[in-house]
């Protein structure tokens, strides 16, 4: 089944810094890349997904690119903001399958 | 338009002691699932289901069980409670095609002393 590996598990930027995430994925027959946000005591909430067949998705100040021959893909945030701070999740889905699997969650702590 | 909602939000467990957490989605969405999230461990997959009266094992279905016996309502079940089910529970459903975001309830904080 699939894997996913996410790093760091923590990360802390000094606001309006750029903050990466990193996600690989061990099945190369995923299609489906989200990434979720969950702020404190909150459910997850999708902010931007891509599909195999693009290699990089923007929305305003996030962006996510992908590697299929590397099967790794990168949640990019620029100009940080104190309400960025929260936990984010990567996920994988294989093409036809049912479930998602999600990789570990790196907490993004915005210093101000 | 409520989305996904859990019931309870907060309980506390005996050993041994049995409940059932209750997800209801009023998107009609197919796909169903229970996940259970640990610090450091991220959001791990219980059980699913892609359909009325269809259930699935996911990553760590052990010490659970769930139905599905009517397309808004996925149930996950305790039968004997132990500690190391302590954890937040969380639903989310999604669509079979196309956009296949998945939505999330507000999730389940459950202890078990």
């Known amino acids: 089944g699939e894997n996913v590996e996410q790093h760091p598990s923590t990360l802390s930027v000094q606001e309006g810094d750029s903050a990466v995430i990193k996600c690989t994925y061990s099945?190369?027959?995923?299609?489906?890349f989200p990434w979720y946000k969950q702020e404190l005591g909150k459910r997850p909430q999708l902010i931007i997904d891509?599909?195999?067949?693009?290699g990089e998705k923007k929305d305003q100040r996030i962006a996510v690119t992908l590697n299929k021959t590397a099967k790794h893909f990168s949640l990019h945030i620029t100009e940080t903001q104190p309400e960025d701070s929260a936990v984010y999740f990567c996920?994988?889905?294989?093409?036809?399958?049912?479930?998602?699997?999600f990789g570990q969650g790196t907490r993004l702590t915005i210093n101000p | 338009n409520a989305g996904v909602t859990q019931t309870p939000k907060f309980r506390v467990l005996k050993t041994g002691q049995s409940m059932t957490l209750l997800c209801a989605q009023d998107?009609?969405?197919?796909?169903m699932y229970w996940y259970r999230q640990d610090p450091g461990m991220g959001l791990r997959l219980i059980h699913y289901?892609?359909?009325?009266?269809?259930?699935a094992k996911g990553e760590v279905p052990d010490g659970y069980n769930v139905s599905r016996l009517k397309k808004q309502n996925f149930l996950l079940g305790l039968e004997s409670a132990a500690p190391s089910q302590t954890s937040v529970y969380f639903c989310?459903?999604?669509?079979?095609?196309?956009?296949?975001?998945?939505?999330f309830g507000q999730g389940t904080r459950l202890t078990v002393v």
């Open positions: 998107m009609n969405h197919e796909y």
């Open positions: 099945d190369s027959a995923s299609n489906y």
């Open positions: 996920a994988a889905r294989l093409q036809g399958a049912q479930k998602l699997v």
């Open positions: 891509i599909r195999s067949n693009v």
């Open positions: 989310a459903s999604s669509w079979s095609r196309g956009n296949t975001e998945a939505f």
């Open positions: 289901s892609v359909g009325e009266g269809t259930t």
